[in-house]
């Protein structure tokens, strides 16, 4: 018989909403909260390991997710699914899921096409590229500089689950630069002070991408260190996109010149 849960106050609760809003947590144990049957699904199917899962029997039947997942399964009511559960609408399961190293090997024998997201703040954003990433098939996304949490929850709802199925990787930015360097990368960096228009770039060899914060742009290291500064054409009064916008026009076009192929 599956674990039931019927008060807010019980300690797993309490710690399971604490590892939902403490990154100092998720970091600690390796571990943090994944809301949403096509998430836990694309968790499981890439290889992340589920720990618990919390289901609303009201929702969702728990015999049926015992019989796909090897994990704790604790059936909860509906005053405490709406204190663990983040979105308005939801399929009755949030679970607790083990972080992964994620081991990597690029292809040296085609276009490698690589984001930095350098000091990126709002998790919103960083879904939203994360799912631009999955679209454009980006083979590397660096983080450096991280002001948020990658494993924020909502980083993962609004990445749609495509975090799980990327290659991501935190590195200091010397540290980025030496393997881009080392592995052949051209180096772009977006920035409004730039006059080379992204779609006079020959993007024919592979190529990273460095996009900044939204509140002051790339950081000076990259600045100085890209082989060229990069811009979206702007034929109105604005004259900045937001990022996540920004990372999918440039990644497009990237693609577009390599007609869809690399």
Known sequence: MNKRITSSENKDIKNLIKLANKPRLRKESKSF???????????????YLI???YCNPNIVDPKTVKSKYDSEIIEVNNDIYSKISFRSSTEGMVGVVFQKNNNFKLDNGKINLAIVLDGIEKPGNIGAILRSCDSANVDLIILNNEKCDLYNPNVIRSSLGSIFSLKIVSMKSDDTLDFLKKNKFKIYATSLSSKNSVEK????????IVLGSESSGISNFWLNNSDKLIKIPMLGLIDSLNVSVSAAITLYEVNRQNNFKR
């Open 33 to 47: 909260v994944v809301e949403g049957k096509r998430e836990l699904e694309m968790a499981f199917s890439n290889g």
């Open 51 to 53: 720990k618990k899962i």
């Open 201 to 208: 770039i020959r993007f024919d060899s592979s190529s990273a």
